[in-house]
């Protein structure tokens, strides 16, 4: 009988043993499977924001088309073709991130940074310099309270400002002035 209590405690610890290993295995594929959710929501949402891009692209490019072909009615015929050969690869470029999945449009700029350092680093830092205006352009200035009025640096608006006063001996005004 002691031999019949081993074997069902044995029998016990194999069936606790495959019970847990069956739950390992279940949350490992559920996470593998949440994980591969995550990136395609992640995949689906960077190529909305590119189309996006793409889409202003196009936008910018007409208005360039736009703004040529009113130069070319000037006095400006040089600049009107400049501007429209901008205008035009600037489309071209649109729509050659719109039909192009993320990774192509990756392999792209890694070609052309091979091909043209100097040109990649130049769109580089004029990239940078604009996100650095616009990041400066839209901080909030120093002596400008969120009511609109300004200040110098260093002093507080009246309403800010500790009250120092001392109280009036005589009447006073709106305008400050004394009441006779």
Do not use: C, W, Y
């Amino acid at each position: 009988m002691i031999n019949h209590g081993e074997n069902a405690s044995g029998s016990t610890t194999a069936d606790l043993k495959q019970k847990v290993s069956e739950d390992i295995q279940s949350v490992s594929d559920f996470t593998s499977q949440e994980a591969v959710n995550a990136s395609e929501k992640a995949k689906e949402a960077a190529t909305d924001q590119k189309n996006v891009v793409a889409q202003k692209l196009g936008g910018v490019a007409r208005a360039l088309e736009k703004v040529a072909t009113e130069l070319d009615s000037g006095d400006n015929r040089d600049i009107g073709n400049l501007t429209r050969n901008l205008g035009t690869n600037l489309r071209s470029a649109s729509e050659s991130i719109q039909d192009r999945s993320l990774s192509e449009i990756a392999g792209m700029a890694e070609d052309f940074g091979r091909k043209q350092p100097l040109a990649f680093l130049s769109m580089a830092a004029i990239a940078g310099l604009a996100a650095s205006r616009f990041l400066t352009a839209s901080a909030p200035k120093p002596g400008v309270l969120q009511s609109g009025a300004t200040t110098s640096p260093g002093k507080l608006s009246p309403s800010k400002a500790p009250s120092t006063s001392v109280a009036p001996t005589s009447l006073t005004t709106t305008e400050g002035r004394a009441h006779d």
